[in-house]
């Protein structure tokens, strides 16, 4: 199976099949209609009690509302689905879509309201003038208030949920866990001794065949694919960056034998646009667009943009801790090395946290205040090697506040580190230890 079908081609089914919002919907109709049949089938004489007895007019009545409210149900939801996208794109960012599209919830809720559908739908033509199926009837009522309750749930998920600082938090938890995922990952690879790690010998280039941002690597494949040729693999991308087609994708170095492109190919899945699966810099790319839209002049809500720096502080101080290097060397099972990788640094992380919100946000007092605050409190928590990127920052938004602010009294109050931006506990601005 995995010679007739690629790593890569997996991966994207996988990923259609976690944002599509047709696939549940489809399978919970399925699973109404094999209901119903079960139904049909279990409904016997002596169940249900004579009180739960339908006649063929009322149980017709029944089922036929319920086919109606169901259907009237799925186009609210789909009205909402709409209003969220609106917002989303207008108010937040539309890259956030990606995890909306994924949320199971929503799945849920919309697999229940076909479902429901379709096994009222089912039963009404089961319904004669001898013969009504009183358990499916009463199944279908509980099935409904089940649909309702789940209803409610999913309104007050939404409502409270599609605030910004509530998808902030969402956003980064789930790239902080992206992120711990690939450290365990980092912490097995071998030290870079440079250019020494690659054998001599020719150099291969696999080109890709179509143009797409890489969503993700399959490192094993890519490691049991350079063991079984005796070579080492180069992936001269990030995951996330953009490769037109025909660019080079991944280079062999050595080997007793070339493997097959199509094989290296299959094992890079390339996409239309990033993923957060082993991008978790992607999380923080949506951080900081909540952020600067925020403080775009349509908005100008830079309240926001502080609360979304409180998410951006604890996802740089998780990456700070970390072992985060421009390259990394990946082995196999004798320590020998087998595949390259290119990954972010430190200053990377950091210049995509701050550059943007600083620029933004300049002439934003508790933006500015704000941001001295986060990195204040880095060079407090982070080690020492990571000190000369915030310093640097540091510089750079003493630059910004001199420019913006000329007038004393406000320069003076801008260069103050508030975590709350204006009126939390302030720490003065003044040399670093």
């Not at 919002?21 to 094999?34: D, E, H, K």
């Not at 605030?163 to 365990?184: C, H, K, M, N």
């Not at 260069?415 to 506990?425: F, P, S, T």
Request: charged share 20%; net charge positive.
């Amino acid at each position: 199976m995995r010679s007739l079908v690629s790593w890569a081609a997996v991966f994207r089914l996988r990923q259609y099949t976690k944002a599509s919002l047709w696939i549940a919907p489809l399978g919970g109709m399925a699973l109404g209609v094999i209901l119903a049949e079960c139904a049909i089938a279990a409904d016997g004489a002596d169940w249900p009690p004579s009180g739960w007895r339908y006649s063929a007019t009322t149980a017709s009545g029944v089922l036929s509302s319920i086919v109606g409210s169901m259907v009237a149900l799925l186009g609210f939801v789909v009205t909402i689905g709409v209003l969220v996208i609106q917002q989303a794109t207008s108010a937040l960012s539309p890259r956030y879509m990606r995890l909306w599209y994924r949320d199971r919830l929503q799945k849920t809720v919309l697999a229940t309201f076909t479902g429901t559908f379709a096994f009222a739908f089912s039963l009404l033509r089961s319904i004669e003038s001898n013969s009504v199926p009183d358990l499916g009837v009463t199944l279908a009522g509980a099935a409904v208030a089940v649909s309702l309750l789940l209803l409610l749930v999913y309104l007050n998920r939404f409502t409270h949920n599609l605030r910004p600082v509530a998808i902030a938090d969402l956003v980064g938890r789930t790239g902080t866990s992206v992120f711990a995922r690939g450290a365990t990952e980092v912490r097995a690879s071998v030290p870079d001794d440079g250019e020494s790690v690659l054998p001599q010998g020719p150099v291969t280039f696999v080109h890709s065949t179509h143009g797409g941002a890489i969503q993700a690597l399959d490192k094993a494949g890519l490691i049991a694919t350079a063991v079984r040729h005796d070579c080492v693999l180069v992936v001269p991308h990030l995951i996330g960056d953009f490769v037109p087609p025909g660019a080079v994708l991944v280079e062999i170095h050595g080997g007793t034998s070339a493997p097959g492109p199509r094989r290296v190919t299959g094992l890079v899945a390339l996409g239309t646009e990033r993923t957060i699966e082993q991008d978790p810099a992607f999380a923080l790319r949506v951080l900081v667009d909540i952020a600067i839209r925020a403080l775009s002049p349509a908005v100008n809500d830079p309240t926001t943009a502080v609360q979304v720096l409180n998410h951006i502080e604890s996802f740089l101080g998780v990456v700070g801790r970390a072992p985060v290097r421009g390259r990394y060397v990946m082995a196999d099972d004798r320590g020998r090395p087998r595949l390259v990788l290119h990954g972010r640094d430190w200053e990377n992380y950091l210049q995509l946290a701050v550059s943007e919100i600083r620029d933004y946000g300049a002439t934003s007092l508790q933006v500015c205040r704000r941001l001295r605050a986060l990195l204040d409190g880095l060079v407090d928590a982070l080690p020492h090697e990571r000190h000369p990127a915030l310093r640097h920052e540091l510089d750079l938004l003493d630059q910004s506040v001199d420019r913006s602010f000329t007038d004393p009294a406000r320069h003076t109050s801008a260069q103050v580190a508030d975590r709350q931006g204006i009126g939390g506990r302030i720490r003065p601005h003044g040399p670093m230890g």
